[in-house]
């Protein structure tokens, strides 16, 4: 058994919210994977963690999200009279088809490779324009100073949301991060959730009048005239898939390139490469989406009686949550698993999950990524860490990133 496993040897096999697993997940997910790899964890659900039947759940269709169900069986009917609930009840992730597949195609045209793609050169511009405000002063948080706003600007631009309505949205918290966790939310954290999804839904619905009044070349004036269209989607959804896109872009893409940023930095032979030889940004890219995931998790539940997966037989109505993270690491599909190597080939993680709800931004968040890391690596070539050894770890399970990064050069 190796170092790691032993170490660990005493912890409870499942404990998702333990500052220890927040620390390195990793070590967790192999003894997991190695010991009972479609555990029946605390929670009453069951957490895959090989990459096989990750990926089999990902796209089995006798697996859905049936949210409604999920979260009363989990936290009680009272659930649904939440706002904040009742508004994730009609995200497009969250449904199954046929809504999901209405939903989707509503806004699928906006994330197309070449729509995406003819999007590099707005987004170097924003890269570097955050870098010419940051470079003179010598230091910055990489969170707050740098990977926090570059995916605000964007889905603010494909939004159609005015520059003079911005400034609100980089004070935003990154507290709904806490909603996706299994452990239920305190009173006081439902309530902030509440009031920002109500004040949210309030400021889209002025957008919303703007866009019909002057509409654009955005995804807001596209919903809203699907809106107007009649049958395609209500104005309960328009709200609140607005409000998904907004959030589903932007931790997760402050985390790829947080994440990124410090696994590059604990891990000199590989940021040493890249900087000698930037073409491998790409690669690198997909290299740290498996490494460290900013998304971890993603859950199903069976919409069926399912007799065999993972050598379980389940009932219909039975929540699986899908560790990503530990299936990007299962040594059964890459060798050496815990090494970072900018350089491997065929590594296409499930960070971006899999199946009909696959990632609408994964090639928008990759260029973000790129562009974000391969800029600050030439601008700033001295740029060192403050502190690589104890990174300040967000205390979220689904959603992995860090609360600050200090740099300085
Ligand atoms: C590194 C960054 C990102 C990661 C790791 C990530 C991860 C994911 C994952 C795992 C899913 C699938 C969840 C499931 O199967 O249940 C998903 C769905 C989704 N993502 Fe991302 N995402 C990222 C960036 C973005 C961006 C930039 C946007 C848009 C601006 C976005 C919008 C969405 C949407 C709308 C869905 C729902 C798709 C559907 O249900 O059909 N994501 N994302």
Redesign the pocket.
Known sequence: MNEQLQTIQGAPLFNPLSPDFIANPYSYYHRLRAVDPMHLTPFGFYAASRHADVATI?RDKRFGKDFVGRMTRRFGPQVMDEPIYRSMSHW??QQDPPD?GRL?GLVVRAFTARRVEDMRPRIQAIVDEIIDRVAPRGHMDLIADFAFRL?VIV?CD?LGIPEDHREIFFGSSRAGGRLLDPAPLTRAEIDEQNRYNLASAEYFRSLFELRRREPGDDLTTQLVQAEEEGNKLSNEELTANII??FG??HE??V??IGNGLLALYRNPDQLRRLIDDPSLTPNAVDEL?RYD???QV??RTTLEDVDDIGGIAMPKGQSVICL?GAANRDPAVYADPDKLDIKRADIRPL????????????Q??RI??EIAISTLLRRLPNLRLDNVDHPDWRQTFVLRGLNKLPASW
């Open positions: 990902l497009m992730l999901h989707r995916p889905i494909m998904l896109l589903a872009g997760t893409t985390n790829l989406l995931s900013s998304v993603t859950g990503l960070s971006f999950g899999g199946g009909i709800h696959y990632c609408l931004g994964a928008l968040a973000e990524g």
